[in-house]
């Protein structure tokens, strides 16, 4: 087993991850940095080809401008085609592909094992991993046959397929679009008596109620699934049950955060959505020298308001507070949410 030992550690590799590297190395602070997949994960399985609702200004990180071919707001692919380039300008090192398993109390630092047996020694620790580790669940019946997909991806499978939908807010409603433009039969799942048009990017509203208004797509509203079988899925209203054919069933009903690391180095977690407690001035956590950034400061979001674009200013602070100097204020609050 062998030993590493740094100033910094930092957990995650996402957009501020790597945004926190490149501030640290032009800082001149020892650091390395982990992370349990490959740079920008939770952007890789985004659907081909989505736009980020952000303008590429508030995504761009570490200095670098993000520019697109077309002018337009960046794409998955060219988002995660700027975050290798960020890397490789920076000549940044990321420990792809090692996850974390273990944190533990050093006396003020901390010690860490990777799955890869190694183990890491640290004065100050920087946890990145965000908030949208895994799918949330229906806690229905036949949710996990394997026609039931947590992950949109290629709406090319679903093509002349029966595809139900279940959620209203920004995923569902671009799934839903991007299907029935491939040739799928859509029909919509969604608890409410109508669509939530704030948390719907403003470009797909007018779509999105044109085609349930002219039954291209079939919507239930004030419906929830209660059964999934092999060949449909049972929905509930207030007065009735009932079945919809579905060759492939579609949960777009968010993420939650994976608070397994803050558990175990006793993070304290606050409120609905099991958020760390910490100190915005520093991004300090309850623990001593353990600091949190980027999206993992919100916990699991019902309601998002911790995007990758008001989440810059958690570096500066962070790099602040390691260095003893002072980050100036930033806003933090805009207006459109991120895809």
Not at 154 to 169: A, T
Not at 223 to 228: C, D, K
Not at 260 to 286: H, R, W, Y
Request: overall charge neutral; glycine content about 8%; hydrophobic content about 40%.
């Amino acid at each position: 087993m062998s030993l590493l030992t740094t100033d910094v550690a930092v957990i995650g590799a996402g957009p501020i991850g790597i945004e926190l590297a490149a501030a640290l190395k032009r800082a001149k602070i020892d650091y390395l940095q982990f992370d349990a997949k490959q740079i920008g994960y939770t952007i890789s399985w985004f659907p081909p080809l989505t736009r980020f609702f952000s303008s590429n200004e508030r995504i761009a990180i570490a200095g670098v401008p993000l520019m697109t071919f077309d002018q337009l707001k960046a794409t998955r692919e060219e988002y995660l085609a700027y975050l290798r380039q960020v890397v490789t300008l920076y000549d940044l090192r990321v420990n792809t592909f090692e996850p974390i398993t273990d944190i533990r109390r050093d006396g003020d630092g901390f010690k860490l094992a990777t799955k890869k047996g190694r183990t890491v020694k640290c004065r100050r620790l920087v946890l990145a991993t965000g908030g949208t580790d895994r799918p949330r669940k229906l806690g229905v019946p036949g949710e996990d046959l394997p026609h039931v997909h947590q992950y949109f991806q290629d709406p090319h499978e679903y093509f002349r397929q029966n595809v139900l939908i279940v959620g209203g807010k920004n995923s569902a409603v671009e799934t839903a679009l991007r299907c029935t433009h491939a040739g799928a039969n859509v029909t919509i799942s969604y608890r409410q008596d109508k669509l939530p048009e704030k948390s719907i990017k403003y470009w797909l509203r007018p779509e999105i109620n044109g085609f349930i208004a002219d039954g291209r797509i079939k919507a239930y509203f004030n419906s929830h699934v209660t059964a999934i079988s092999p060949s449909g899925v049972t929905l509930r209203t207030d007065d009735k049950s009932f079945d919809v054919p579905a060759d492939f069933v579609l949960p777009m009903i968010g993420y939650e955060q994976d608070t397994t690391l803050f558990k175990k180095v006793g993070i304290e977690l606050a409120g609905d959505c099991q958020a760390p407690v910490l100190n915005e001035a520093t991004m300090e956590s309850s623990i001593k020298n353990l600091y949190i950034a980027g999206t993992s400061v919100g916990g699991t979001q019902d309601k998002f308001h911790v995007f990758i674009e008001n989440c810059h200013v958690h570096v500066e602070r962070i790099i602040a507070a390691l260095t003893g100097g002072r980050a100036k204020e930033v806003p933090t609050e805009f207006e459109e949410p991120e895809s």
